[in-house]
């Protein structure tokens, strides 16, 4: 009998001291890195140019953590469109997963953008369009993962806040489409 309660007692000090065991659950390291799973493929998301009005896209690359979300974030992908309709305006591009969807909403409210729009497929989508198309942007949420996107363009008609927006708006919709395909 004695030797029962001297194995319940071994079973039960993992529980006692807060030390997960694989018979108890998962650690909280492979908890946290499901949600992070697909960041390697997000970088995959990104439309090539010609779909998008735009000349060239950079090479697309990892994007550093900032503060508040660097502990909520799997991980960012960054890219620049240049060349739009053959002038010299760019657009920088981001997309971040998230390690949960209340981490990306927390950052799809972060900034002065305009009211939340839900669009039909279930994308949240916030934008501010000013006269000048480096005081513009479009924010948007699929799931956990946040894009974003601004830039930059002559001072005229040909890229103002207004057409950057729409242009933007374009490589949003194509990056939803792929990360809705990835499921």
């Known amino acids: 009998m004695s030797r029962f309660w001297w194995i319940v007692g ?13 018979a108890v659950g998962q650690t909280t390291t492979a908890r946290n890195a ?4 697909r960041y390697g493929v997000l970088k ?8 998008t009005g735009y000349r060239t896209r950079s090479q697309i690359k ?6 508040p979300f660097k502990n909520r974030k799997c991980g960012s992908w960054w890219t620049t469109y240049s060349g739009f309709r053959g002038t010299g305006a ?13 981490d990306a909403l927390g950052g799809l409210a972060e900034g002065l953008g305009g009211p939340v729009q839900v ?9 501010r369009i000013k006269t000048l198309a480096t005081d513009s942007f479009v924010v948007s949420l699929v799931g956990n993962v946040l ?7 002559p001072h005229d ?7 950057s927006t729409a242009a933007w708006m374009r490589i949003h919709r194509e990056i939803h489409r792929a990360v809705l395909a990835l499921g």
Do not use: H, M, Q
């Open 10 to 22: 071994l079973a039960a000090l993992p529980l006692l001291l807060g030390t997960p065991t694989a």
């Open 34 to 37: 499901v949600p992070c799973a």
């Open 44 to 51: 995959t998301v990104f439309p090539n140019a010609t779909a």
């Open 62 to 67: 990892r994007e550093g953590s900032r503060e």
């Open 90 to 102: 760019t657009a920088d591009v981001s997309v971040t997963l998230f390690k949960t969807r209340r």
């Open 119 to 127: 669009l039909p497929n279930g994308v949240r989508l916030r934008t």
């Open 147 to 153: 894009v974003s996107s601004t830039g930059i363009g």
């Open 157 to 163: 008609s040909t890229y103002s806040g207004r057409v």
